[in-house]
């Protein structure tokens, strides 16, 4: 008498296909490549400064924030970067190599691929802005001192992870509806391009700045009052409203919650005057925190289903 196999279980499905997704991330040498160049910088960052404070012969100043205010060190570049050697195959690649053939003969549904491998890519960038984060932790307290607030890193994490999701998620969708890894690298650095050139522009000329609280990227630059200047000519510490400043906006909000943002633009001020800055609109910080966390949601929840979509659709031609 024989006995009726019993089908795997969603979870053990699931669980196959993230193993699978972390495995092709691992064969990745352009992935391993990205890895070298952040720690690379993040090094960089650390041991110029004590190389040029030994050429002045002057002593290089406590900071006691380094490590909370830089986070994972990489910038809007860097969560570009990560998205594109993350996920830049992920699908495209599928069709591209024909393993999607194969992949599609599993017992496992077009839904759970696409989840399992956008986990497997949260549990990539997860690991690797870890390390990252430890590293110029460890790093920035050789440095600079006993850092402050190192209980917020975790913030910092998640808020690094949410606006490098916002690049995987649109890399993903033009990856999916042109099933071409080379289209969705090339695509998503025109728009990441095209958005780090305009968005200064229009934050510094235009009454119109509002607009790019609503775009991906750097966003809108503006000024948080009362935290202190760089420079005289500035009124106060710069910052961006984008969905890259995210873990930046946070935790300068849970240290300073009642601070506000002051946005400004390049104009004249009045006949023969020469040009300065002329004053906007405030907000509050916690407005400019929630609202760029809303855009990311938002962004990453649209790209995503389109993937999806286009995923689920997508003919299969052997």
């Known amino acids: 008498m024989s006995r009726s196999r019993k089908s795997p279980s969603w979870i053990t499905r699931f669980s ?31 041991v110029l400064p004590v190389i040029l404070s030994n050429i002045v012969d002057q002593p290089l100043s406590q ?3 380094y490590v909370i205010s830089t986070g994972t060190g990489i910038g809007g570049l860097g969560f570009f970067l990560f998205a594109i050697v993350t996920v830049m195959n992920s699908i495209s690649g599928e069709f591209e190599s024909g393993t999607i053939v194969p992949l599609l003969t599993k017992p496992v549904s077009r839904t759970t691929i696409f989840i399992g491998k956008m986990f497997a890519a949260f549990l990539t960038l997860f690991t690797t ?17 006993v850092q402050n607030n190192l209980h917020l890193l975790p913030i910092s994490l998640m808020g690094n992870i949410l606006s490098t999701f916002v690049w995987i998620a649109i890399v993903l969708a033009i990856g999916s509806i042109s099933k071409s890894s080379m289209i969705a690298a090339l695509v998503t650095f025109g728009i990441w391009m095209g958005l780090t050139i305009a968005s200064p ?3 510094m000329f235009s009454d119109q700045t509002w607009i790019l609280h609503y775009v991906i990227g750097s966003g809108a630059t503006g000024y948080v009052e009362g935290l202190g200047s ?5 009124p106060g510490m710069p910052t961006s409203t984008g969905t890259d400043s995210i873990a930046t906006n946070l935790i300068n909000y849970i240290l300073y919650p009642s601070a506000n943002v002051t946005f400004f633009k ?8 020469p040009p300065g800055l002329v004053e906007l609109y405030t907000e509050a910080l916690s407005l400019v ?5 809303l855009v990311a949601t938002a962004y990453i929840l649209v790209f995503s289903l389109i993937s999806w979509y286009a995923f689920r659709r997508a003919q299969i031609l052997q």
């Open 289 to 293: 925190v929630l609202r760029s966390i």
């Open 230 to 234: 760089p420079s005289p000519l500035i």
């Open 63 to 65: 900071n006691p924030d």
């Open 201 to 203: 522009i229009i934050s």
């Open 266 to 273: 390049i104009g004249i001020h009045g006949p023969g005057l």
């Open 16 to 46: 196959a296909v993230v193993k699978y997704e972390l495995l092709w991330n691992i064969r990745k040498k352009k992935f391993f490549g990205m890895i070298v160049l952040a720690f690379a910088l993040a090094t960089l960052s650390l």
């Open 129 to 145: 802005y870890v390390i990252l984060i430890g590293y110029l932790a460890i790093g920035g307290t050789i440095v600079y001192g």
